[in-house]
């Protein structure tokens, strides 16, 4: 019996050895995913619409508005109205440095959009001022849109269609996509967006495929925005903090799951 009880209780040792290190490292896991999810700021949660206003504004731009879960911008509402400010917006409530942000969103056929950030206010627009990630439907939209004339005065050969610095996914009109990483799903089907922003690397990823990467304000970054389209926008990228921003683009738009994290 005494024999037994000894057995009994080694083996019983054994057992919690071998047992409690992979318990402790499922709570310590449980532990830090939660830390992680806790790390998030929510900004869209599929219906409140708390935080986000026009650019230069108080309120919402008619047309902007929260529906089926989804931020939309729907085109009905907002081109119809007697309404002459930017339909451009914003979340007000907090302006970002270094961040990781990821969002979902669609487009029409012929849709086009954009993602800001380290956006200020003051401005005539958003354009010229700050990054953006581009949103468009690479596939019709130069079809849909003559864009010969304004291709032609950026020196785009064909003016004609998108120029890759023109296309989803782009850091528009400074890095065009990796196309070899782009997986872009058809018009009217969700796809996900993240954009990871330190001052040592900036990262564009596209449906978990990273397709933009660069490094912001080195040698390269200045050549390329004092030789393309913003060397005549001196105030272009030179904000390390701003807001995040939507683009009205006079087309329907729908957004979900925006969330940010501070790096």
């Known amino acids: 019996m005494k024999k037994s ?3 009994f209780l080694f083996a019983t ?4 050895c071998n047992k409690s290190p992979n318990k402790e490292k499922e709570a310590n896991e449980s532990i830090n995913e939660k830390k ?5 700021i929510i900004l869209f949660d599929g219906t409140s619409l708390d935080g986000w206003r026009a650019y230069n504004g108080d309120a919402l731009p008619p047309g902007w508005i929260a529906k089926n879960g989804e931020l939309t911008f729907d085109t009905e509402l907002g081109l119809e109205q007697d309404y002459t400010g930017g339909k451009d917006i914003i979340y007000g409530k907090e302006e970002f440095e270094n961040f990781e942000l990821y969002l979902e969103w669609k487009l029409p056929e012929g849709g086009n959009s954009g993602v800001f950030y380290h956006l200020k206010e003051g401005f005539d627009s958003p354009t010229g001022i700050c990054p953006e990630y581009q949103l468009i439907d690479d596939i019709n939209y130069a079809r849909i849109h003559d864009l010969t004339e304004y291709n032609s005065s950026l020196g785009y050969d064909p ?3 998108l120029h890759p610095l023109q296309k989803t996914g782009a850091d528009y009109a400074m ?3 990796d196309e070899n990483q782009k997986q872009l799903n058809p018009v009217g089907e969700w ?4 954009i990871i922003f330190t001052p040592e690397k900036v990262e564009y990823w596209l449906n978990e495929k990273k397709v933009v990467s660069f490094v912001p304000w080195s040698d390269d970054w200045y050549a390329k925005k004092n030789g393309g389209k913003w060397k005549e926008y001196p105030d272009y990228g030179r ?3 701003g807001f995040i921003g939507l683009q009205d683009h006079a087309s329907p738009i729908w957004f979900k799951n925006i969330k940010i994290k501070k790096l």
Request: hydrophobic share 40%; proline share 8%; net charge neutral.
């Open 13 to 16: 040792l054994i057992f919690s």
């Open 175 to 177: 890095y065009p996509a």
């Open 5 to 7: 009880v000894i057995i």
């Open 239 to 241: 904000f390390k903090t």
């Open 159 to 161: 003016p004609n269609v």
């Open 36 to 40: 992680g999810d806790s790390e998030w």
């Open 191 to 194: 796809n996900s967006t993240r």
